[in-house]
């Protein structure tokens, strides 16, 4: 079935986003299939999109600087980075391995990276989000965590108790994957940010 079509009888589709899952079942006679899409659509052209709330930190790798400054990027002890606009295909988010705190059973679990970017761009803080096939609870630990209001609705008991444990676990901390100081980081990028604030940067 196509989906898109669909959509148009009752929304307004504004775009149809790319995620790469990074990971993807192997297959003998085809392209291993690592991409799923995302339809931003909306029910009028009056809408919720907070761009400055959603920009991806990446690193510079072709600095540019005016009067030995620089121009439009940060520069840290790591090197340059630039905070940029996200595009309609996203390569910077992966799916919950099982090393990372937020991983669960669920087959088919969405990073809290991604429901985070979507939320933090459609909505503002106290507004209600619907999500109506649960599933392990990610938009609904997502929302709590950036303070907006939720309801979930899923219908097996395995997949409830997975939501409810989380969002005990979400009242001791807020953190999410991959975002950090209001903005995404690259994949790969974060993790070495912090290192570098343990150590004191040369003058």
């Known amino acids: 079935m196509l989906i898109g079509p669909k959509i148009q009888r009752y929304f307004i589709i504004q775009n149809r986003i790319t995620w790469q899952r990074e990971k993807g079942r192997g297959a003998k006679k085809n392209w291993k299939n690592s991409m ?6 909306t029910v009028s052209k009056n809408y919720t999109f907070n761009l400055k709330d959603i920009k991806i930190r990446r690193r510079v790798n072709a600095p540019y600087k005016i009067n030995g400054e620089p121009k439009d990027w940060i520069e840290t002890s790591e090197g340059g980075f630039r905070d940029t606009c996200p595009s309609n295909f996203w390569d910077d988010i992966s799916i919950p391995y099982w090393s990372m705190p937020e991983n669960t059973d669920h087959p088919t679990q969405k990073p809290e990276k991604m429901i985070a970017r979507l939320i933090l761009a459609s909505s503002n803080s106290g ?3 619907l999500d109506p096939f649960l599933g392990s609870g990610t938009t609904a630990v997502a929302a709590k965590k950036l303070g907006r209001r939720f309801i979930g609705i899923e219908r097996e008991r395995e997949y409830c108790a997975i939501v409810q444990k989380r969002l ?3 009242e001791y901390s807020g953190e999410i994957q991959g975002y950090s100081d209001g903005v995404f980081w690259e994949r790969n990028t974060l993790k070495m940010q912090r290192k570098s604030k343990r150590k004191p940067e040369k003058p």
């Open 168 to 170: 005990e676990l979400a």
């Open 36 to 41: 799923e899409d995302i339809w931003f659509a």
């Open 127 to 129: 507004d209600l989000i």
